[in-house]
């Protein structure tokens, strides 16, 4: 089970952290990673790292305004997002997949076929 947080406001030119706190599962032997999607828009992948914690797959959007880390000890994934747009107002997912390692396409890893588990969801909101 994978549960998602992080303060839902905030202004134009702001920073904002996501957590997300998987339970009932070994966290670090698995590929972790976010999606958001916004109003009226399909589901998009943001940001993940791969099972080995060795590669970092990144989406189109938002690559050099936010970094992605975990602490495994905590089994806890956070999102770090910079100098924040309010195009960025979307609901965050945190997803979760044992099999994504290093070698994967940055397409495929895109899909989000390719992820076996979800979290519920935070809405995030920024306003100009």
């Known amino acids: 089970q994978l549960q998602a947080s992080g303060v839902g406001s905030v202004q134009a030119g702001g920073s904002l952290r996501l957590s997300c706190v998987a339970s009932?599962?070994?966290?670090?032997?698995?590929?972790a990673g976010w999606f958001r999607q916004a109003p009226g828009k399909e589901r998009e992948f943001v940001v993940g790292?791969?099972?080995?914690?060795?590669?970092?797959y990144y989406g189109a959007s938002m690559r050099d305004r936010l970094s992605i880390s975990r602490d495994n000890g905590k089994n806890t994934l956070y999102l770090q997002m910079n100098n924040l747009k309010p195009e960025d107002t979307a609901v965050y997912y945190c997803?979760?997949?044992?099999?994504?390692?290093?070698?994967?396409?940055?397409?495929?890893?895109?899909?989000?076929?390719?992820?076996?588990?979800w979290g519920q969801g935070t809405q995030v909101t920024v306003s100009s």
């Open positions: 997803a979760a997949d044992e099999a994504l390692g290093d070698s994967y396409s940055n397409t495929y890893v895109s899909e989000m076929r390719s992820w076996h588990y």
């Open positions: 009932g599962r070994t966290f670090n032997r698995y590929a």
């Open positions: 790292n791969s099972n080995t914690g060795r590669r970092t």
